[in-house]
């Protein structure tokens, strides 16, 4: 049993190696040579361009000013300087949100912890059951309910203390829902002309016999959403040459460094050898290799290009459909389109950056049957991850890699190597499933079939926090593996599962302690050193970077992942509410993590991470869900825990609670929900109407001709900046309508060339 | 134990008396002075006037032709005639989707009858484990699954048989859900133009210091909807109003009853006395006392009329909105209006005479908790509805009536009245109970708030299907009131209720089957012959009837009772699903009961009934969730009982069976429920399309202006045939009206008179 000088030791050396990060992380972004790991973002929007010391050839790489270390903690008042407003118009929505996932943690559990410190503690303290009893104990157990006798009126205070904590925590949850789902909506109404505002996807397009897939959609729409319907885009399956265009880039970009190796040194043609990475093989002229190969790709691309335009085969059965209002798209994405609900889905297309285009063929059968394998897989995947894992363990011993590869016999047999090798191997194959697990349930969430980057990292998330509920925290609490929880929970009573765990509760305060300590603290510090795209970097730039494009790539800032970092957090939410009123100790290291969280990603999204996409949080009800099953958690454990302390007449109130926390729910879910599923049709046509007065000739379907198009068919130089400066592109280009009266007349002939201008169009004029 | 000798006397005695109903039901109905209450129908739709045996005096009253005796049956196959079309035509779809109810349940078990009993009966016939056993059994139990012996191999033909049983009642569900959804949409499509398609019931409109509640629906929707809105109707709380115009038309009966009589008899003024009925009091002149009443009650109405005009007290913040065309209807239902989700609440309006106009009032917030109150109220009611009963029972016996009356103590004391009183006082308090259920189940729908009858109606029989599934399925099964079973069950572990019910499930087999006979059988056959309503109108026109008006209402055909009708369907689909497998030898009562309920109920249908309302079959996803919860239930069970023969190896394949089911229940929620919920666009666009080409000068505005008065502002005349002949009182109708040039000025200036023209024209016209 950890006594509290043993936990205090513990927080003291976490404390203390967190502080040495943030001084090594302090030390190091100083200097100007890591500036382009610690500032990316300022870089990307073009406002940094290179390290902000002038001066000597020495400076530019080491930062020799004194003074500016002795000030090695400004960077804290600097993050948390930033206005919100401004954040969300630096980092975008998304990002503004995720903080404020911290900042609830804090709004929740400060308030929590003084009470329960105030109240709780010493209530539990003034027993004398755990002195009395003959059980080892340590003065943190004198802190937690296990100091109370059996039987006691005291805990009426506890079940107090639960309600003062939910009704708490609700307000926050309701308060914050609201004001999150203002935000979004003042979001969406501020931002300026974006297409998405216009488009919907629609999928499952029926086949039709007549007519080509652009054809039915250009017909359909004309016909249903008569004043409404302006262009639309089929979706290609363009994956293929997205793959050719990909490798004809990075032969250009060698060619590139050949070339300017040339210019530079004119007196010498430069060679490559043909070989892996030009390690090993025929030496060569390295800009006639590279230009050969580009030509050779570059016939492969046209003729892959020919295909998609010519091949009806690689046209899918889905299309952006653009509208001349935003009050048409909202009006056709939540309605529904036809007879069979499973054909003509529409519904808001995902930002033109997030949509994930692999998946945009799925048909809607296969989508129940591919969910309801996931959800199977998924479920096995979580209760029986440790057989494979033990089944590798059992294959990977010392005895075992010599039968397989006897020359190796003599090196392992080296006492250190072999000793090495016994102690790491069989943690090695948890270890790499541990690390692969969030890639793993990405790849479970794309079978899935779901079309936007957003939508996958949301499913994803939902998968890992389960993963995490059932085997860390539940893990932690039973002894066993999560299969032979399952095995003992089904031959168990049903009210008997909150019992087994809730009792168990308060032994595990203490483990859970170093867990936030070592996982939490250490982790968040471990971020903002940003070790490894710091190595990364460093080696990609001495060894790798040719051109300037290649250092901009090598960059890499990364961006938030919401899939994995959310239901970390939300086990932290976890662990706080169930020890609130259990083991009140627990309180402040987890305030110190939310507070130390909160603080290290503001930097880290105003300095260096660069969203991918922008949701304008439409992960906000996932959270909010998360949490109140947290608090369910939390209300179920300590009725299990209550009921084995014999306090039989506080059962009552404490059933009402979990009743009380879901009808919360319910009510949640229809007061805000809606605020990120639909979008409402007055504001939509305020919208409309302000722009319709302020630009009252804009050429709308010149600006949504190319938006929803594959990045694959953009320029190849633009592929990159997509996402910042889209618009101001396509404010430019000004494609010739040739059908203007369209308006007045609905159904049009047949197809015949004069269409608006489609992907066809677009794709051949490339060629 | 029941032998079967037993059953089969049971059943013979059983079918006589169904066939005596069914004799005198025959005699009865050929009866010319009956007419009235066995083709009620006719009488309705205008074909019948009168019976249609013409001849002597005595003929009118009696049928004296011997042969039509002859053909006592003869209406059966007259009820199977109608084809399905002519009946939808002639009795709603709702009717014709309700007799599709006991239609499936033979598609269903006929199929599964005959292969349980060439299958399963043989492979449990041929066993001799009950013969060995020292238990008692019957010949029944032979039949049955505990004539196998634990750990059989046989179980496995029980499994293969589950299997297909489940397969194929999904099969017949999937296709009857698809073919109920194409004729709800066939309905909606081909059904003349009703007011429900182009309006919208707008609940929860926020409240506006500077405008009126009409007002602001007309700005809000000239904005919002700008092509498509056309009129609108607030909802005024005129329940007080509608009391007294209920007074004042049976005083206009009453005075019309004493012209008659005056008017045959001009000799005598008709006198009348003012006390209760009529019954005692002083003596007065009959037209006279009316007249004056009639005169206070007019001035009464007037006031309130008044009141409702002037008072925007009266105005509740709902309204009926109207479109131009379906599509905006379409859109307008389906889609969110405002940021804020719980205003301007948008819903397809029900049928004007479906509305439940009291329930328009109430706020959306008051919604959701109204709605966790009786779903305690309702838990509260299901799992202790015993303890008020016990609790009356203890109060209502001899010695407490003697002490509360004293005087009626020589009347309880002769023995003949003590005895009866003695066996009857017990069990009057649970059947009056069990009487008043369904009444008390909707006055809970209602406090809900729902605001439509039909939705009433499947609330109503959602909660009435529960109580069965408790206190008469599960009670049945498990001694001890459901309270007691509740607490047992909660002391058990999660996996032993199926045990422990599945256990007993086998030799319930014998009760159930009474039950059917008894409950089932006679149920149906007293429903043919319609005895209340009979007696009800024979008394009526001897002692009531006055006028042609009130002998057309002592008709009183009734409609199908949804709520309490479809939950007791339910109940043999679960029984039948639960024996299945287990004693197939139940099959067979509950296919008679099936085949004998869709012949009378077709029938009835036919003859007798009176709709109030067409929801065009909305209730079809209950129905089907239903089938699939009962095909679950039975899952579990045959789970729970083959876990206690030893059949181990049989669970995994069993435990698989509700998870795909459930799956099944999702594809068809996803594949069909929309058909019930939303309306496609495409469908309301192309019957938009065919309106207007066939009638492109339709003043829709005229036809839509009256359609969702409060019924009492309408003429007091029509006030009964509101639903049969509304459409063609609204052609007649032509409003003058006064805006419109309205599709060019979107906003317009503040209403001043001269809007359109809306209720409170209506009703200062009619003042």
């Known amino acids: ?39 990316s973002k300022w870089y990307l929007k073009g406002i940094r361009s290179s390290p902000t010391h002038a001066g000597a050839f020495v400076q530019k790489f080491v930062n020799l000013n004194p003074r500016s270390y002795l000030r090695f903690l400004e960077w804290v008042p600097a993050a948390l300087k930033m206005p919100e407003p401004e954040l969300i118009d630096h980092a975008g929505l998304d990002s503004a949100v995720f903080l404020r996932i911290y900042l609830i943690g804090l709004k929740i559990f400060v308030p929590i912890a003084l009470v329960a410190f105030s109240v709780l503690v010493p209530v539990n303290w003034t027993n004398s059951t755990l002195k009395d009893s003959k059980l080892e104990y340590s003065e943190i157990d004198k802190l937690s309910i296990s100091n109370i006798p059996n039987g006691s009126q005291r805990f009426w205070t506890h079940l107090v203390m639960v ?17 999150i789902a203002s935000m979004r909506l003042h979001f969406l109404a501020s931002v300026k002309r974006r297409p998405d505002q216009f488009t919907v996807l629609v999928r499952n397009v029926p086949p039709d016999p007549d007519e080509s897939v652009s054809e039915l959609v250009e017909h359909f729409f004309l016909v249903n959403h008569r004043d409404h319907y302006l262009t639309h885009q089929v979706v290609y ?15 250009q970009n060698w060619r590139d460094f050949y070339q300017l190796k040339y210019d530079r040194n004119p007196s010498k043609r430069p060679t490559c050898k043909t070989g892996f990475l030009g390690l090993y093989g025929e030496k060569v002229d390295g ?29 899918m059965p889905a299309a952006f459909v653009s509208f001349r209002t935003r009050w048409g798209a909202a009006v056709c994405a939540q309605t529904q389109q036809t007879r069979n609900p499973t054909l003509w889905l529409t519904e808001w297309a995902p930002e033109p950056r997030d949509v994930y285009w692999k998946n945009l063929a799925i048909p809607f059968v296969s989508i129940t049957i591919r969910r309801l394998i996931v959800a199977v897989a998924f479920f096995f995947l979580t209760f029986f991850f440790m057989i494979p894992i033990t089944f590798v363990q059992s294959l990977a011993n010392i005895e075992g890699i010599e039968k397989a590869a006897p020359f190796l016999k003599p090196l392992i047999e080296i006492r250190f190597i072999k000793s090495f090798i016994q102690g790491f191997l069989p943690g090695i194959a948890l270890k790499i499933f541990l690390i692969l697990l969030p890639a793993i349930l990405m790849l479970m969430s794309k079978f899935e079939g779901l079309s936007s980057l957003s939508a996958l990292q949301r499913r994803s998330a939902a998968k890992y926090y389960l993963f995490l509920l059932v085997n ?110 259990v083991t009140p100790f627990l309180l402040p290291f987890i305030l110190i993590f939310f507070g130390l969280a909160y603080v290290v990603f503001r930097h880290q999204i105003i300095n260096v991470y660069n969203q991918e ?72 046509m305020m919208k409309d109407t302000l722009e319709h007065a302020k630009e009252p000739n804009l050429d709308l379907r010149a600006y949504l001709s190319n938006a929803y198009l594959h990045p694959v068919f953009k320029d190849e130089d633009d592929d990159d900046s997509v996402s910042s400066d889209e618009d101001k592109d396509f404010d430019k280009i000004l494609v010739p309508t040739k059908r203007q009266s369209r308006r007045n007349t609905p159904i049009p002939s047949k197809y015949d060339g004069s269409s608006s201008p489609s992907l066809h169009d677009v794709v051949e004029e490339k060629l």
Chains 1, 2 share one sequence.
């Open 287 to 315: 800009i006639d290799f590279y230009t050969s190969k580009i030509d050779k790709l570059s016939q492969e691309e046209a003729e892959e290009r020919q295909k998609i335009a010519k091949n009806p085969k690689f046209i």
């Open 472 to 581: 860390v925290f539940l893990g932690s609490i039973i002894a066993g593996t999560a299969f032979q929880q399952l095995d003992s929970f089904i031959h168990q009573s049903a009210n008997d599962i909150p019992k087994t765990i809730g009792a168990t509760i308060p032994q595990k305060a203490t483990f859970f302690i170093t867990y936030i300590m070592v996982d939490g603290w250490a982790g968040i510090a471990g971020e903002i050193l940003r070790l490894k795209p710091l190595i990364i970097f460093h080696l990609k730039n001495f060894f790798l970077v040719k051109t300037d494009k290649d250092r901009e790539e090598a960059m890499d800032p990364g961006s938030i992942e919401f899939s994995t970092s959310e239901p970390q957090i939300q086990l932290y939410f976890l662990l706080g509410l169930v020890y609130a009123a």
């Open 1 to 39: 049993m950890a006594t509290v000088a043993d936990i205090g030791l513990s927080a003291t050396i976490n404390l203390l190696s967190a502080l040495a990060f943030l001084v090594a992380f302090a030390v190091l972004r100083l200097q100007p040579i890591n500036d382009r790991v610690y500032f």
């Open 237 to 251: 399956n363009a994956n293929t040459l997205a793959k050719v265009v990909a490798k004809k880039k990075n032969m």
């Open 163 to 179: 309600y003062t904590f939910t009704f708490w925590t609700c307000y926050v949850l309701r308060k914050e829902y609201g004001i």
């Open 613 to 684: 996409y922008e949701s304008a949080a439409a992960f906000w009800p996932d959270v909010h869900g998360r949490i109140i099953s947290a608090l369910v958690i939390s209300q179920l454990l300590l009725l299990g825990l209550l009921s084995t302390k014999s306090a039989a007449e506080l059962t009552p109130f404490l059933i009402a609670l979990p009743i009380l926390t879901l009808w919360f729910h319910r009510y949640c879910k229809n007061r805000y929900e809606s605020a990120f599923v639909k979008y409402p049709l007055q504001e939509a």
